[in-house]
Structure formats: structure tokens, C-alpha cells
């Protein structure tokens, strides 16, 4: 049972590098797309809910395996950067709903008062809108790091070596499989219980700042 369970662990830095690097390309992608979302640009912003709604509207599994079979005969990935690909589309897309949602809860106030200390409005919005609502942005989006963490599984599909696919593995080869899942799914819960912890702590402080 020891050596089954550190065959599960070998694929546990598979699952964290591909939350991470969905998580990040998302966080990083989400802002054009928010700001797409908000523009008075009409063609930008049908393009930017096109985009939100499309990929909100199928599975992930759908894009993964669209992307490594479906173009793998174009567009030439491992399943590793494939998943992170995928995942991290799909990623922007909720995050930029975040970040929008964030945006719009900052006071119509705060504008105000912003052109009242004689601020332009490019200034008014990175210097003082902006941070408010990546703020109040953050909880929402951590507690989506949970759960993309457990969207990484269907990276086993196309042959990720994450802790999924170590767990089938071990099945396939004759072990049973109730200890084996069981175990897996204890490691998905020992690593997501610390970003939930720290989505319920940032959404404590802002809640906290927001009444004073």
C-alpha cells in the first residue's frame, strides 16, 4: 500500500503545475477579455462575450480533446501543455467574468470623487477602480482555483501523468480500486483545503474593509 501510494504522489506535481499554469494564463488573459467585456466598443465587446459564453458553454474535457486529437495533426503539443492550454482558456473565461463583476460592484463614487481631485479617467481607473475590484475579485477567484484543481483530472484522458491517471494506472494493473480512488481523492482534498482556506480568508478581510 506504501508503494502504491508514492506511485500516486509522482503524479501530484503533474496536477499542481497544470492548476498553476491554467490559473495563471487565465488571470493574465482575463483582464483584456474584462476589459473587452466593458468596452464601448461594440464589436470588441460581442467578440469578448462570444468568447465568454462559447467556452463557459462547453466542457473542458471538449477542449482538451479538441485541441491534442482534434488539431494534433496540425498543432503539435504534449499532453501536458495541451492540458494547460485547454484549461487555461477556459480559465480566462471564468476569470474575466470575475474581474468584471468586481469592477462593476466599485461605487459609482468613486469616480466622482476621483474627477473631483482632478484625475483623468485612465488614471482613475488602474490607480483606484482597478484594485478595488481585483479585490473583490480574489475570493471568488480563488475559491475557482478549487475548482480547477479538480478539472486537472480529466487531463488523464489524453494521457497526463497527473494523480488521476496514476490511479488508474494502478487499477489497471490489478490493484483494487476503492483504497486506490479513495487515496486519490484525499490528496485532491489535502491540496485544495488551502486555497479554500485562503479564499474564505481574503473574502473575510474585504468583507472587513468594506464596513469600515
Not at 492548476?19 to 467585456?37: K, Y
Not at 497526463?160 to 490511479?167: E, N, R
Amino acid at each position: 500500500m506504501i508503494e502504491a501510494a508514492s506511485f500516486l504522489f509522482q503524479g501530484l506535481s503533474t496536477t499542481i503545475i497544470i492548476t498553476i499554469g491554467s490559473f495563471l494564463i487565465g488571470a493574465v488573459f482575463g483582464v483584456p477579455i474584462a476589459l473587452a467585456r466593458m468596452s464601448s466598443i461594440a464589436p470588441l465587446r460581442w467578440l469578448a462575450t462570444a468568447y465568454v459564453e462559447l467556452v463557459r458553454g462547453i466542457p473542458p474535457i471538449a477542449w482538451m480533446l479538441l485541441l491534442y486529437f482534434g488539431l494534433g495533426h496540425y498543432l503539435k503539443l504534449s499532453p501536458l501543455l495541451a492540458a494547460c492550454i485547454s484549461l487555461g482558456a477556459v480559465a480566462t473565461a471564468y476569470l474575466a467574468e470575475n474581474y468584471r463583476a468586481g469592477i462593476k460592484s466599485v461605487a459609482a463614487g468613486q469616480w466622482e470623487s476621483a474627477d473631483a481631485l482632478g484625475l483623468n479617467s485612465r488614471d482613475t481607473f488602474w490607480r483606484i477602480i482597478a484594485p478595488q475590484g481585483i479585490g473583490v475579485a480574489l475570493p471568488p477567484s480563488a475559491g475557482y482555483a478549487v475548482g480547477l484543481l479538480k478539472e486537472s483530472a480529466v487531463a488523464s484522458v489524453i494521457g497526463v501523468s497527473d494523480i488521476t491517471f496514476q490511479a488508474l494506472t494502478l487499477n489497471q494493473q490489478g490493484n483494487p480500486g476503492l483504497p486506490i480512488f479513495l487515496a486519490a481523492g484525499i490528496i485532491y482534498l489535502l491540496i485544495s483545503l488551502p486555497i479554500g482556506a485562503f479564499a474564505r480568508r481574503a473574502d473575510s478581510f474585504i468583507r472587513t474593509r468594506s464596513a469600515v
